[in-house]
């Protein structure tokens, strides 16, 4: 899998690479010549499409209302199957969302808010229509603070056990007060219909990392925005691991406030036979000196496996000495799946240090296994060393050794599922 | 001392156009210590040959037969067939995502040994071999052959040759793609391993100037799936004089190779 450094140089040199695509906007193009896979032509063409004019004049709002029903033709909808919803989009969110039980670091503070409290929306606006129905619908949310220039005494552990697969909502707020430092580890896991909003805010000279593992029941269905605020000078790294449900979809965002900031967002994503799990995400460099890196990676198996990666940048006329990079990467390690991945850099100011990103979807072909067959390695541990390899440059930057252990055994069991 | 016995070799593919011939009754003793140049024009079947022998499953090989010390090669799977001591330096080495080489020459080392090297002693081996033929050190930390340059990726493929020891070298026009220095580094990686005395080498080539750097004990000529003609290391420089056109002139169909 090439990497390209800089935009330029996707356009130039677009599939370097036999059997590699480059750039998510050719994906569609490769996939239109491999039979085998199955696919239609061109994602994009299913419906006419009215685009932004800028992904910074998206509607943001907290009220419902100002969002029109979803018909599956709108731009940030257009890949997820609305049907397998499960009505988080058109029905009441009535069910009981994931029960939370917040452990470790005695130092940190967990409380069950009414919505009235001023830190519900003090980091978030719902994007969408599914975030603005769970903001609507939520009576409580679960707060958690990280007091002023503590370290928390351990990781944060988040649990979120689902019981119940009535569409729900919940909410959760994550407040890292300036010059904390913390790690707060979103665990979900069990049976869940689920819309929900995180709500990150990172202070000034603050050092948080989230970690968001979606590791549901096979049938789960979770849509969640996770907004980040970054402060001045602050330091924010976003992870998620989405490896159960039937399909997952996940917003995370992190808009920077003040200068000097960097953020860091990385995702592994392992999607079976029939799974969606989508992933779409923005970085707003809003204020100058700021530096954000994003790297995605995916592997899919078995038939109509399906992940989407949309990775939009916005560089504001304001953000002077913006350093971005974002990088998206498939491995299909089966016929018959399907990824999607789409970067976007929209650029105001040439004043920058620099903004590339890449994208690069491949295949575990045969040539690959006759390679590391031909050094002695047997088929078996070929087909694992690639697959693990891969994806565990994103499961080192968790930094929880425990969850960094369970979740390389749970890829482990999904590769066994897989029978590779 | 060992022996690669390939006997009255025929190899065919399937192509759209339905089944092709390419090898037509080859015949190639090597012995540990000897060089072999096999030569000939595109498309006469050389680096078939040398797929066939590392068990490319491309290629169906329809009669003759493949011994390494009396062994039957042509039924081992290909991981067998590295493990037994054959080694193909590939022609077109394939970029493999998420293996650094770090963890794949590990991986290599210990399924061809039955265990994990000493690390202490790996470890340094690794260092030596890349730093003798020029590879940078962050090399051992990227991806298997991923964005590294036609020059780099011939490098990597001798750098693990000299890494494995295998019995039987079979480079698959290695000397392709290289500029002059690059093809001194490589040829003396080659040659620094041979001279151990415990590996026969197989040398596939177009071109004679590799030639300079290994010398080779029999030059094989091979045209059309046979072998044309073979000699000595003169017969090479005949070559370079003559071409290959004195072979090719009465040949009709080229084959693909």
């Known amino acids: 899998m090439a990497e390209t450094t800089n935009v330029d140089e996707i356009t130039r040199n677009p599939t370097s690479i036999e059997g590699f ?125 990280i007091p002023v220039e503590t370290v928390a005494d351990g990781e944060v552990l988040v649990d979120l056990a689902g019981t119940d697969s009535t569409a729900a909502a919940q909410h959760v707020v994550i407040h890292a007060r ?217 499961i080192q930057q968790i930094g929880v050794p425990a969850l960094e252990e369970r979740l390389s055994e749970a890829v482990e069991v999904e590769l066994a599922a897989g029978n590779l | 001392m060992s022996t690669l016995e390939i006997k009255d070799l025929h190899v065919s593919i399937e192509t759209e156009q339905g089944t092709k011939p390419i090898l037509k009754g080859v015949s190639l003793t090597i012995r540990t210590g000897e060089t072999h140049a096999i030569m000939g024009p595109n498309g006469s079947g050389k680096s078939t040959l040398a797929s066939t022998i590392a068990g490319h499953p491309r290629y169906t090989v329809d009669s003759g037969s493949i011994t390494l010390d009396g062994e039957d090669v042509l039924t081992m799977s290909v991981d067998e067939r590295a493990r037994a001591g054959l080694f193909l330096a590939m022609q077109y080495p394939v970029e493999v995502p998420g293996v650094t080489m770090t963890n794949f020459l590990r991986t290599a080392k210990t399924a061809l040994d039955g265990k994990a090297p000493s690390l202490r002693h790996w470890t340094k081996d690794v260092k030596a071999a890349m730093g003798q033929l020029r ?19 011939k490098r990597v493929e001798i750098l693990q040759l000299e890494l494995f020891h295998p019995k039987f070298a079979i480079l698959d026009e290695t000397d392709s793609g290289l500029d002059v220095d690059a093809l001194k580094v490589v040829s003396e990686g080659v040659n620094r391993e041979h001279s151990k005395g415990e590996m026969g080498t197989v040398l596939i080539t177009h071109y004679t100037r590799i030639l300079r750097y290994i010398k080779p004990d029999h030059v094989h000529v091979f045209v059309d799936g046979r072998i044309a003609e073979q000699g000595g290391a003169e017969l090479a420089d005949r070559l370079e004089e003559e071409g290959y056109d004195r072979f090719t002139a009465t040949e009709t169909a080229a084959v693909q190779a």
């Open chain 2, 135 to 153: 590879i940078d050190a962050d090399f051992a930390q990227r991806n298997v052959n991923e964005g590294f340059s036609g020059g780099e990726k």
């Open chain 1, 178 to 394: 300036r010059f904390s430092k913390a790690v707060v580890v979103l665990d979900h896991h069990g049976k869940a219909t689920l819309a929900q909003n995180v709500e990150i805010n990172v202070e000034d000279g603050a050092e948080l990392t989230v970690v968001s593992v979606q590791q549901w029941d096979d049938d789960a269905v979770h849509v969640s925005s996770q907004q980040a605020r970054i402060g001045r000078n602050a330091r924010y790294k976003h992870v998620v691991v989405s490896l159960g449900g039937d399909l997952v979809r996940l917003t995370p965002s992190s808009v920077f406030t003040g200068p000097g900031a960097e953020v860091e967002m990385y995702g592994l994503y392992f999607a079976d036979a029939g799974q969606h799990l989508e992933q779409r995400l923005l970085v707003d460099h809003a204020v100058p000196n700021c530096k954000s890196r994003v790297t995605y990676k995916g592997a899919l198996q078995g038939k109509d496996a399906h992940t989407v990666w949309v990775g939009d940048v916005l560089i504001r006329k304001a953000a002077e000495g913006t350093d971005t990079y974002e990088t998206n990467r498939n491995l299909l390690l089966t016929d018959g799946a399907r990824s999607d991945s789409v970067p976007n850099l929209e650029i105001e100011t040439g004043l920058i240090e620099g903004a590339g990103h890449a994208s690069a979807t491949g295949r575990f072909d045969d040539e690959h296994l006759f390679y590391l067959m031909a050094r002695g390695i047997p088929e078996r541990t070929a087909r694992r060393l690639v697959v693990r390899g891969f994806l565990n440059e994103v």
């Open chain 1, 21 to 145: 695509s480059e750039e998510g906007e050719s994906l569609s193009e490769l996939n239109t010549g491999t039979e085998q896979l199955g696919l239609k032509k061109h994602s994009h063409g299913n419906a006419p499409v009215i685009p932004e004019a800028s992904r910074g004049e998206r509607l943001k709002s907290y009220d419902l209302s100002d969002f029109a029903p979803l018909t599956g033709q709108e731009e940030d909808w257009r890949f997820t199957p609305l049907k397998r919803l499960r009505g988080l989009h058109s029905d009441p969110l009535t069910g009981t969302a994931p029960t939370v039980t917040v452990t470790g670091a005695p130092n940190v503070l967990t409380e069950t808010v009414e919505r009235t409290d001023g830190r519900i929306g003090s980091a978030a606006i719902p994007e969408d229509r599914v975030a603005a129905a769970a903001w609507a619908a939520v009576a409580t949310a679960t707060v958690i603070t």
